[in-house]
């Protein structure tokens, strides 16, 4: 018997997301754990693996389309199943079918990514719109009638692109009004009707003249703007950052390190080698190194317990078109620097293609910032919840130093550690420092 295909629970506590794309066609057959669509949350594409041998009886959902979890997004059978009736099919398990389509009439399918998906109707003939969940949410947030916009989703359907359109033409239209718009000067009759005007007497002593006053400015139009709907994945950042600010007590702990020896080394790593490692590559792996010699640190808060981990796993934040993401490398503690690299490069690619699978974005107790390519000097970032602490990351630069009181020149680097003042306390996040610069300044503990 067919069996639905339902929006599956990506992570914890989510809602809904949206249904990217079918990489299997309608009507064709797949074998199990072949990717049969692929779904987007907030900061992560997933693929959706069959459980078993089948095919794809009829998509019910576009791609674009934003979803609660657990609607009904696929009908499928077995890869020998014939299934004369897919309307009757669906009704017996519960799903409603459009009243436009006739109950004997096929599903009409167009492509969409890497294979065709069910077209959806404008209308069904009760004055109805068609439009995905996000686009009425963007219209609703802009102010817009679903009803006065043109889709050009799949069977006209109403999607993201359409509302960002329209508002697109909102703003020029009100631009072009405010230029065009000029105040008329108020007309004068053609002639004047005939006063008489008595003999004027003789005119009072002139009073002394005014210094002349400076010309007042016209006012200036305002400045032009356009307004850029939310992204999701904008919108996640935003609620998880306000999240922690408002509910974490931030603390701060700032350390300076005189890296020319860490550059060294890593000159020397890097000569002929396949993989490069970066300076970032060495500050995670320090990170991990000082959370062995640190463990009060490698904690995270769970609102119940303080909970604590055996080996290391370290969150890298990777900047994207999207939105900011932290994809966790895992066992930190245990790797090479060189396997480190390597893992970071891989989750920074995927994650700026959005490939990242959710798991890869959950964990670890503490995330590590890198501004420094920006030549940013120092600053302070915050909490990634339920992590204990983020680590932001400077420029190495080199700047007068004094040693055995001698002024010379060094290279160095400034890190500031936010910590969540629940798990940790201040004496526990000063030591963790103070292992950190150490470890910076004699990099070969760090490969040890």
């Not at 930190?332 to 390597?342: E, M």
């Not at 020149?409 to 996040?429: E, F, I």
Request: without cysteine.
């Amino acid at each position: 018997m067919p069996e639905l295909l339902r929006m599956p629970e990506i992570a914890a506590a989510q809602t809904s997301a949206v249904l990217a794309s079918w990489p299997v066609a309608v009507g064709t057959t797949f074998s199990a754990q072949d990717v049969i669509a692929t779904v987007e949350t907030d900061k992560a594409v997933v693929d959706v693996e069959a459980d078993a041998d089948g095919v794809i009886l009829r998509a019910l959902v576009a791609p674009g389309t934003e979803v609660p979890v657990g609607t009904a997004i696929a009908l499928l059978g077995r890869p020998d199943e014939r299934v004369e009736d897919v309307d009757a099919a669906l009704a017996q398990l519960g799903v409603e079918v459009a009243a436009s389509a006739p109950p004997s009439a096929p599903p009409a399918a167009e492509p969409a990514g890497d294979g065709p998906v069910l077209s959806l109707p404008v209308s069904n003939g009760s004055g109805r719109t068609f439009a995905s969940p996000l686009a009425r949410r963007l219209a609703g947030e802009a102010g817009l009638l679903v009803t006065d916009l043109v889709g050009t989703g799949p069977g006209g359907r109403i999607v993201r692109r359409d509302v960002e359109a329209a508002l697109a033409r909102r703003v020029a239209t009100e631009e072009a009004e405010v230029h065009d718009a000029s105040p008329a000067a108020s007309p004068l009759p053609a002639s004047l009707p005939a006063v008489s005007v008595p003999t004027p007497e003789p005119a009072p002593a002139p009073a002394p003249a005014e210094a002349p006053r400076a010309p007042v400015p016209a006012p200036r139009e305002p400045a032009a703007y356009t307004d850029e709907p939310l992204s999701r994945m904008r919108r996640a950042v935003a609620a998880r950052l306000t999240e922690s600010v408002t509910t974490a007590p931030h603390f701060y702990v700032r350390g300076v390190a005189r890296v020319d020896e860490l550059l060294r080394v890593r000159a020397e790593l890097n000569d002929g080698a396949e993989v490069a490692v970066s300076v970032n590559d060495l500050v995670v792996k320090a990170v991990a190194r000082a959370h062995q010699l640190v463990p009060e640190m490698n904690v995270v808060w769970t609102g119940e317990a303080i909970r604590s981990f055996a080996g290391v796993d370290v969150a890298v934040a990777v900047a994207t078109d999207s939105g900011l993401v932290t994809p966790v490398v895992r066992g930190v503690d245990g790797l090479a620097v060189t396997a480190v690299a390597r893992a970071t490069r891989d989750v920074a690619a995927r994650a700026r293609e959005g490939r990242l699978q959710q798991p890869e974005l959950e964990g670890g107790s503490i995330t590590v910032s890198n501004l420094g390519m920006f030549g940013v000097e120092e600053f302070s970032a915050i909490i990634n919840p339920p992590q204990a602490s983020i680590l932001a990351v400077g420029a190495a630069r080199q700047e007068p130093v004094v040693t055995d009181g001698r002024l010379g020149v060094a290279t160095v680097l400034r890190v500031t550690l936010s910590v969540d003042h629940r798990p940790v306390d201040g004496a526990v996040a000063a030591r963790w420092m103070s292992a950190f610069v150490s470890l910076l300044e004699r990099p070969v503990r760090i490969l040890a």
